[in-house]
């Protein structure tokens, strides 16, 4: 007997399987999770290219971010392989995706006419303090009431407008009906089913709702939001529910992926929804905190959307099935988390990989009354402060590398206090515990020092995948796929860890106090007033 054929009948033989993409800001992964029992099988990671053309933007490219898909589904089948798993087990694909980066595309051709505007990207700055300037008494919140969402740069429709306006191979598209809009979700969805040839173009409620364009009451595309912004509603994707067939996989018969042909995409989250999911927050007041780029703290809010009074976004948390109703959310955000170590190691060079900063601010154990306030692209929650920038504070001779270090993780815990009080005071009822997840969790220090920020305990799952074991989740549970049951009995408990305060809450408060007044000294800094040289005179 061949040694081919006794590998086949040595496969392990398991349950179905679902696979989930979690595209993200600053990498690609494809991970595989048995549908029965949630572990994770395997999985494969590849980081994404951000270019920054000019000041303020942020652009990344579509077909890297498709061949990104590509290539971690195609080395995740290659381990699956390895480890003798039949990966024609996999039953249903579930994405999730940074939320509202903006992309145009050509419907006949499939080419993308411009690269990827990333949410983090400030070229709208001006547009948006035009749109303001016209609402009656400057209010930014002016369509919060339909949108959830005050006028941002953060958001689709600004960045949308852009290109529209900017770029002529868009603006041309547009007026002759061969151009597409989407998110990052709407573009993989179209590509992996069919492009040109068929491809589907939809998007889910969660990504919907980001985009500025979405109703979170009517649960649809807006016609007025649509007017106020002039985008042509033909080129918008249809909205479907967050967990539903969409369409089938295409893939090219020749790659060991190939087989994933026909296997349908039935589950679709923006990311931090995703996150909430996979974290099992399904009851009003559950609430998780993901540390990626950026830093969300969500909290469900149940079958109502509820306005937030201190600075914190509205937004769909998912919609489990056509028929299901949709879950609300609360939502701060804060846009730079991960960045900010991303930035120390590729701008500053003082350190060499991610998992160093661990170290190095260990080395010390204090920032030495060294501030760091991380507004790279202005102040999200709960300021929502556009013109503000980074500044690092409290510098003395005594200050090196390891207290910045120290500093730069004291920003994510202080930027995450600033949202958790917003979200206490907005809702009455303090959380006990923050619940969290994302690839910054697995740094120790800095979960003990949330914990010590917060002076609440901070509870880590062991595996720390939430985000696309949400989007598996919605993909197995889909109408027509049935591997998942989202009922709470059938749901695995989670190991997990925990990190109790450790230092007396009035430290912390005079340390927050600090920060407080940092934060303060960033404001203001970008604006498009005229600047005075000093003596009275405007430049």
Not at 44 to 55: A, G, L, N, R, Y
Not at 133 to 143: D, F, G, V, Y
Request: glycine fraction near 8%; aromatic fraction near 8%; include cysteine.
């Amino acid at each position: 007997m061949s040694g081919r054929m006794a590998a086949s009948s040595d496969r392990i033989i398991m349950g179905p399987l679902v696979g989930a993409i979690d595209q993200g800001t600053s990498s690609t992964r494809f991970l595989v999770f048995n549908a029965k029992t949630a572990e994770l099988l395997s999985h494969h990671q590849v980081e994404i290219k951000q270019s920054f053309p000019k000041e303020g933007w942020v652009e990344e490219d579509p077909k890297e971010i498709l061949q990104s898909v590509y290539e971690c589904m195609e080395r995740t089948c290659e381990k699956l392989t390895q480890l003798n798993i039949d990966i024609s087990n996999i039953k249903a694909i579930g994405v999730t995706n940074q939320r509202e980066t903006t992309l145009v595309w050509d419907k006949e051709t499939g080419e993308p006419l411009y690269n990827a505007i990333v949410w983090l990207d400030l070229r709208t700055q001006s547009t948006v303090e035009r749109l303001i300037s016209k609402t009656p008494k400057r209010n930014k919140n002016h369509l919060k009431h339909k949108t959830g969402l005050p006028i941002s740069t953060y958001f689709s429709a600004v960045k949308l407008r852009w290109l529209m306006d900017n770029v002529v191979e868009v603006h041309e598209a547009v007026l002759s009906h061969r151009a597409m809009f989407g998110t990052v979700d709407s573009w993989l969805i179209w590509c992996l089913t069919g492009g040109k040839n068929g491809g589907v173009h939809c998007t889910d409620v969660t990504n919907a709702s980001r985009t500025m364009l979405f109703n979170i009451h009517t649960m649809d595309w807006d016609p007025e939001l649509c007017t106020y912004f002039d985008i042509p509603m033909e080129i918008l994707p249809k909205v479907r529910s967050s967990s539903e067939i969409y369409g089938l996989m295409k893939i090219c018969s020749s790659l060991k992926s190939g087989s994933f042909t026909g296997v349908p995409i039935s589950g679709c989250l923006g990311d931090q929804s995703a996150a909430l999911v996979g974290q099992m927050c399904f009851r009003d007041g559950q609430a998780k905190n993901t540390y990626g780029t950026g830093c969300f703290l969500l909290r469900n809010t149940g079958s109502k959307p509820v306005m937030s009074d201190h600075g914190l976004l509205t937004t769909v948390a998912y919609k489990l099935g056509r028929d299901k109703p949709a879950c609300y959310a609360l939502e701060g955000s804060v846009a730079i988390a991960g960045a900010v170590v991303r930035w120390l190691k590729d701008n500053l060079g003082i350190i060499q990989s991610s998992t160093e900063i661990e170290k190095l601010a260990a080395a010390v154990g204090t920032s030495y009354g060294c501030y760091f306030v991380p507004a790279f692209s202005g102040l999200y929650a709960p300021y929502w402060e556009p013109s503000a920038r980074g500044i690092i504070c409290g510098l003395t001779q005594f200050t090196n590398r390891n207290h910045l270090a120290f500093a730069a993780l004291e920003a994510v815990c202080f930027q995450t206090r600033e949202i958790l009080d917003a979200m206490n005071q907005d809702s009455g009822i303090p959380l006990s515990e923050l619940q969290v997840d994302g690839g910054m969790t697995s740094n120790k220090l800095l979960m003990q020092l949330q914990a010590d920020i917060l002076c609440i305990p901070v509870v880590k799952p062991s595996m720390p995948e939430t985000t696309a074991l949400g989007a598996a989740m919605a993909a197995g549970a889909a109408e027509g796929v049935s591997v998942w049951s989202l009922d709470p009995l059938d749901l695995t408990a989670v190991t997990s860890e925990k990190f109790e305060p450790q230092i007396n809450p009035e430290e912390s408060e005079f340390r927050y106090a600090r920060w407080k007044k940092a934060v303060q000294k960033a404001m203001n800094w970008e604006t498009t007033e005229p600047i005075s040289n000093g003596n009275g005179h405007h430049n």
